[in-house]
């Protein structure tokens, strides 16, 4: 105990000398992140490892978004697959829980599940991140470009400062940097500047960290009255939890509504500050002391706007509607706390270990509320954003038909500018009326079964650059987009994915002196499987990730460049299923490859980059592996 609270008081000591170091933050970098969510924290690393320098400019005191800061610490991955910086974050995760004899597979009522503590995830994302420079509690204001340069205005908690850049990213949780460039966005059903002010998007939900107190719960961490409009919320919540629900079976749909031990179970997390160790099986349920509220505090939920599901378009359109929405959300999950302590007899309240700092929303909260809201997340949970709008628009039957590469007799379908691999279904929370949903881009609402990805799926390049706007990279949810499509990628694994590429397309922009959208796919598609990210959706049980081929093949099997030895037979396609079900592939990598598969390779390769394929002198005998890992190397000395 007392080394968890060495941790703390060093951790807080980290963050207020982070948030107040602007002395150090220099006046220009090559690299301008905005938003240090999971999407702006992977660019940062990414970049910053290819050698450019990078800052993040980050409102809040903690690195990783929704995963982090909005309380969202139970991983939502149905694809299975990790790579490239999501892996190592998880791996480092891991690695900080097994050294303490503990388990990260808590949430979801199973032992697969992935999840932490949102201080622990902060903290490792934080040494992660040091090779990049960070601004907290700081947000950029104003964007602006002045005889061909280009510079950010940075609200700071010192007051407004300039800072020079090259290339522009954003990872904020609502696309605010869009409108500042001058992008056009879709932000609902409507493009700008022609917002549909009467458009809805999907519910936010303010999250909470909350935790067991044996010995009952402390005075402070038990407020005597409820907020206003409780007797609404209690009512909404009986649909939910009550003292005598049922037990969860494993079975789907939940039978509502669920007991308050099944309700833990569902987005369980490991407790750094109570011995013992529980997963996620149904053995393990009476002994879980920390779970996330995510569940039925929705915002708006059941309440509704304007007789709709859903959240009106102006909470992304408007700082006062936004402002005043987030505290309607942050109380209905304080209510959910004075539910399950006054109603149940639950001695569970906000876990008095993690977060620490007031929310904006909760200022003018009563005294008793405002130590509870101390120890709530400073942002809510935003399951859609802004979209920039690109040359190309993902749609949902893109991707289903994407995630059908290779699985019950389909042939390939893969996204040849591939730069992420997710796997989530079309899951709208509110805002999934026929109405609500971009019809112009064929999208309906019986698009959410329709065209349901059946198995993991690939994100295109394209999708990360706007259609018009120079020095300018969108990650995060800020994607050019569906909105059914966002509410498959808005999740925190793809969302890192996706940034890490964005990461390496500014690098890669910046180093060959080109425009985001000048780049060719291969030179970030090279760097990031060399970073070991899977770009693929074909297995190879011969090629697996740490063999020395692994890239090239990678980039190989995105363009047809030779042709393997075998196909995987994928079955059961199904993303609730693991992503690897069915028959792997054989590429044949460590076979000699003759000399028509090598002139057919070359062929290829130059019809791609549109150019001719220098090559060294090639040896009598070459393995298949060796010489696409040679190919594409030639082709990434294209520019």
Sequence with gaps: MKSKLNFLIALCVFVFLASTCGAEIKNSYDVVIAGGGTGGTAAAIQASRLGVSVLIIEPTSML????????????????????????????????????????????YWKEHGKAFEPSVGDKILKDMTASADILYHSQIVSVKNENESRFVSVQTPDGVREINFKILIDATEYGDILPLVGARYRSGNSISPNINKNSFIQDITWTAIIRKYPGGVPENLKPKNPLPDYERAKKNYKNYVTANGFDFQGKYPVKMPVNLISHNAYRAVPDSFTPGNYTGAKKYWPKISKTGVNWGNDYPGMYLLMNHYGLNVMFLEDKETRAQMERDALIKTLHF???????????????ENEYGELPEAAKDFPNEWKEIARHMPPIPYVRESRRALGAYTLNSKAVHENSLSWRNGHKNHEFSDAIAIGGYNLDLHGGDDDDDIESELGEKQSSIWGNMPQGPFQVPMKILIPESVDNFIAAEKNLSMSRLVSSALRLQPITMMTGQAAGALAAVAIQLNLQPREVHPVHVQKRLAEA??????????????????????????????????????????????????????RFGADKLITRSELDGMIARAEEVMNAKIKLPPLGATMTRGDAVDMIVNAMDEIY
């Design 64 to 107: 990783g978004g929704q995963a982090t800061a909005a309380g969202v610490s139970t991983m939502d991955d149905m694809s299975r697959i990790e790579s490239g910086i999501y892996k190592e974050f998880i791996d480092r995760v891991k690695k900080y829980y097994s050294d303490m004899k503990k388990s990260i597979n808590t949430p």
């Design 337 to 351: 706390i004075y539910y399950i302590q006054h109603e149940l007899g639950a001695n569970w309240s906000v876990d």
């Design 532 to 585: 070991g990210v899977v770009l693929s959706l074909c297995n190879y049980s011969d090629v697996p990730r740490e063999h020395k081929n692994f890239a090239g093949v990678q980039v190989s099997n995105l363009y047809g460049l030779l042709r393997p030895r075998a196909y995987p037979s994928m079955t059961g396609a199904n993303i609730n299923s693991s992503g690897s079900k069915g028959q792997k592939g």
